[in-house]
């Protein structure tokens, strides 16, 4: 069975950069369109970026556009996600999920995906 584990939140000002990983175990992370959402305290879980099983279409947020970029290590069998010029309102939990879904779908809404990683929480200073 497949499991998600995140990786490499914490604190940052604002201005800087993280870099989020997602290990996927059970099988390939390639068999697996991917996804990354967030959590901040007290709203519901949005959706922030996805990769598709094949790896050539992805989708971002428009809060993060231009800012955040989703990836895939195949020999390492992660996903990432590149954060940069942070902003205190990107603030939240970060969950990777998977689902197996069309080779060049990008899923966007939480009930498309069948598996979710406990989250990294992900805080920006002012």
């Known amino acids: 069975q497949v499991q998600l584990v995140e990786s490499g939140g914490g604190l940052v000002q604002a201005g800087g950069s993280l870099r989020l990983s997602c290990l996927v175990s059970?099988?390939?992370?390639?068999?697996?369109?991917m996804g990354w959402f967030r959590q901040a305290p007290g709203k519901e879980r949005e959706f922030v970026t996805a990769?598709?099983?094949?790896?050539?279409?992805?989708d971002y947020a428009a809060s993060v556009k231009g800012r955040f970029t989703i990836s895939r290590d195949a020999a390492k069998n992660t996903v990432s996600l590149q954060m940069n010029s942070l902003k205190p309102e990107d603030t939240a939990v970060y969950y990777c999920?998977?689902?197996?879904?069309?080779?060049?779908?990008?899923?966007?809404?939480?009930?498309?995906?069948?598996?979710w990683g406990q989250g990294t929480q992900v805080t920006v200073s002012a």
């Open positions: 999920a998977a689902t197996i879904g069309l080779r060049n779908s990008i899923y966007i809404t939480e009930s498309q995906y069948a598996v």
């Open positions: 059970g099988r390939t992370s390639s068999d697996y369109n």
């Open positions: 990769m598709s099983k094949s790896g050539t279409n992805t």
